[in-house]
């Protein structure tokens, strides 16, 4: 059940991802961002009130509030990283990178939680982070400017150790911890939206991707962390890592974007090692 979740997780952040990416073709990103975390938390604050899960913990040892809050955090910055290395160019470069954010839980359920994994299984893990970092299309024969490497690595930071903190309080609530998230996160977007006086200028017919994407992006989140409490966190974050292949494949499929050499062979490994993990 922990690999099916994770793997859902996956499929849903890189659909997600896909409709943003062609959504900020059109509208300035930070505005898909805003507008989608905004639906995302409505869509929570819905399941809570149909799931009465608002009776969990806020404080405490298993306490939601704070893991949840500071995964909001982490997790925008994060973003920001991540857009303000992309405006920069060199998506091949930026993307990869800061894909690697598996690797913080990992770190974490290994060193902290005492995960322990079979030779087989690191193996299956290894493959499926490389398969999707190569997927991505790293532009390593073009270099790696300081700029981009930095910002990638800060959006990697951003994400895993939100990621850290999205399982730490899935312990205790996964609903209310993901609330939490939005929750932060729409704070955030208010203070940009009244800063750029400006909601981004979409119409009607956006209604559709924008709903969308905040329900699949929560999803995701939702998924990865009852994942979290039904297998292995090293193995869950790897298999939830694995979302850029998604996207990879959807833009190959759907606008019929040609895939370079090295991101065929990151799509093999990454299949490869889910193949692994899911057998043993």
Not at 58 to 78: H, K, N, Q
Not at 243 to 254: C, E, G, Q, R, S
């Amino acid at each position: 059940m922990a690999t099916f979740l994770a793997l859902l997780s996956s499929a849903l952040w890189g659909t997600a991802d896909y409709h943003g990416g062609k959504l900020s073709k059109s509208h300035p990103a930070i505005a898909v961002l805003g507008v989608t975390q905004a639906i995302g938390l409505i869509f929570g604050i819905g399941l809570v009130i149909v799931t009465g899960d608002y009776s969990a913990d806020a404080f405490g040892p298993d306490g939601y509030f704070f893991p949840g809050a500071l995964a909001g955090v982490l997790g925008y910055i994060g973003l920001i990283c991540l857009y303000a290395g992309l405006s920069t160019g060199r998506m091949g470069v930026v993307s990869p990178i800061s894909g690697l954010s598996a690797l913080i839980p990992v770190g974490y359920a290994f060193f902290v939680k005492g995960d322990r994994l079979s030779l087989i299984l690191s193996i299956g893990a290894a493959l499926a982070i490389v398969g999707a970092f190569l997927a991505s299309g790293p532009e390593i024969s073009q270099g790696l400017p300081l700029k981009p490497l930095f910002l990638a690595l800060g959006a990697a930071g951003g994400f895993g150790t939100a990621l850290t903190f999205m399982a730490i309080g899935s312990q205790g609530s996964v609903l209310m911890t993901m609330v939490m998230m939005r929750a932060t996160t729409a704070l955030f977007t208010i203070a940009i939206a009244i800063r750029f006086r400006s909601t981004g200028g979409f119409s009607i017919s956006d209604a559709p991707s924008l709903i969308f994407i905040g329900v699949a992006d929560f999803l995701a989140n939702f998924t990865l962390g009852l994942a979290t409490q039904e297998g292995l966190v090293s193995l869950v974050m790897v298999l939830g890592s694995l979302y850029p292949v998604v996207t990879v494949l959807l833009a190959f499929k759907l606008l019929h974007e040609r895939l370079h050499k090295v991101q065929y062979v990151g799509v093999f490994l990454a299949v490869a090692g889910v193949a692994i993990l899911s057998a043993f």
